[in-house]
Protein backbone atom coordinates (compact mmCIF):
# COMPACT_ATOMS: atom_id res chain seq x y z
CA UNK A 1 0.00 0.00 0.00
CA UNK A 2 2.69 2.47 0.79
CA UNK A 3 4.38 1.51 -2.15
CA UNK A 4 1.23 2.46 -4.37
CA UNK A 5 1.00 5.85 -2.08
CA UNK A 6 4.60 6.65 -3.00
CA UNK A 7 3.28 5.95 -6.77
CA UNK A 8 0.46 8.09 -6.89
CA UNK A 9 2.43 10.92 -4.70
CA UNK A 10 5.62 10.70 -7.77
CA UNK A 11 2.74 10.72 -10.55
CA UNK A 12 0.89 14.07 -8.74
CA UNK A 13 4.98 15.71 -8.59
CA UNK A 14 5.73 15.05 -12.15
CA UNK A 15 2.33 16.79 -12.96
CA UNK A 16 3.07 19.97 -11.33
CA UNK A 17 6.35 20.06 -12.34
CA UNK A 18 5.03 19.31 -16.03
CA UNK A 19 2.21 22.77 -15.32
CA UNK A 20 4.98 25.13 -14.09
CA UNK A 21 6.93 24.34 -17.60
CA UNK A 22 3.73 25.25 -19.49
CA UNK A 23 3.39 27.94 -17.96
CA UNK A 24 6.90 29.34 -18.19
CA UNK A 25 6.39 28.20 -21.88
CA UNK A 26 3.08 30.10 -22.20
CA UNK A 27 5.19 33.22 -20.68
CA UNK A 28 7.74 32.69 -22.91
CA UNK A 29 5.27 32.58 -25.80
CA UNK A 30 3.38 36.00 -24.85
CA UNK A 31 6.05 37.59 -24.13
CA UNK A 32 6.20 38.19 -20.80
CA UNK A 33 10.24 36.37 -20.09
CA UNK A 34 11.34 39.47 -22.11
CA UNK A 35 10.98 41.68 -19.39
CA UNK A 36 10.37 39.42 -16.29
CA UNK A 37 12.11 36.13 -14.83
CA UNK A 38 11.00 33.86 -12.41
CA UNK A 39 13.35 34.85 -9.61
CA UNK A 40 15.20 38.01 -10.25
CA UNK A 41 14.50 41.51 -11.62
CA UNK A 42 14.88 42.25 -15.21
CA UNK A 43 12.95 45.17 -16.87
CA UNK A 44 10.47 44.28 -14.45
CA UNK A 45 10.02 42.53 -11.09
CA UNK A 46 10.57 38.99 -10.40
CA UNK A 47 7.36 36.48 -10.80
CA UNK A 48 7.99 35.40 -6.86
CA UNK A 49 8.83 39.44 -5.82
CA UNK A 50 5.40 39.83 -7.73
CA UNK A 51 4.14 37.08 -5.62
CA UNK A 52 5.18 38.31 -2.17
CA UNK A 53 3.60 41.54 -2.77
CA UNK A 54 0.45 40.07 -3.41
CA UNK A 55 0.58 36.94 -0.96
CA UNK A 56 -3.22 37.05 0.62
CA UNK A 57 -4.68 40.01 -1.47
CA UNK A 58 -7.99 38.41 -2.04
CA UNK A 59 -8.25 40.73 -5.36
CA UNK A 60 -5.07 40.41 -6.75
CA UNK A 61 -6.05 38.02 -9.18
CA UNK A 62 -8.85 40.51 -11.04
CA UNK A 63 -6.42 43.18 -10.88
CA UNK A 64 -3.03 42.04 -12.05
CA UNK A 65 -5.18 40.52 -14.84
CA UNK A 66 -6.18 43.96 -15.83
CA UNK A 67 -2.88 45.11 -15.51
CA UNK A 68 -1.42 42.82 -17.64
CA UNK A 69 -4.41 43.50 -20.58
CA UNK A 70 -4.08 47.07 -20.13
CA UNK A 71 -0.42 47.61 -18.78
CA UNK A 72 0.35 50.12 -16.49
CA UNK A 73 2.86 52.22 -14.22
CA UNK A 74 4.08 53.20 -10.66
CA UNK A 75 3.63 49.95 -8.85
CA UNK A 76 7.53 48.98 -9.20
CA UNK A 77 8.98 51.93 -10.80
CA UNK A 78 8.73 54.30 -13.50
CA UNK A 79 9.22 51.99 -16.16
CA UNK A 80 5.92 51.26 -17.85
CA UNK A 81 4.31 47.93 -18.69
CA UNK A 82 3.09 47.70 -22.11
CA UNK A 83 -0.58 45.86 -22.73
CA UNK A 84 -1.12 43.20 -23.65
CA UNK A 85 -4.26 43.10 -25.59
CA UNK A 86 -3.19 39.96 -28.05
CA UNK A 87 -2.69 37.63 -25.29
CA UNK A 88 -6.09 36.10 -24.85
CA UNK A 89 -7.71 36.83 -21.14
CA UNK A 90 -7.81 32.82 -20.49
CA UNK A 91 -3.97 32.79 -20.72
CA UNK A 92 -4.02 35.87 -18.76
CA UNK A 93 -5.64 34.22 -16.27
CA UNK A 94 -3.47 31.20 -16.14
CA UNK A 95 -0.27 33.08 -16.25
CA UNK A 96 -1.04 35.52 -13.62
CA UNK A 97 -2.66 32.18 -11.46
CA UNK A 98 1.12 30.94 -12.13
CA UNK A 99 2.83 34.10 -10.96
CA UNK A 100 0.87 34.23 -7.66
CA UNK A 101 1.51 30.49 -6.90
CA UNK A 102 5.17 31.39 -6.99
CA UNK A 103 7.29 31.23 -3.35
Avoid: F, R
Amino acid sequence: MKAAWMGIVAVGALALVGTAQANEELAKKSGCLACHAVDKKLVGPSYKDIAAKYKGDAGAQAALAKKVKEGGKGVWGQVPMPPNAAVSDADISTLVKWILSQK
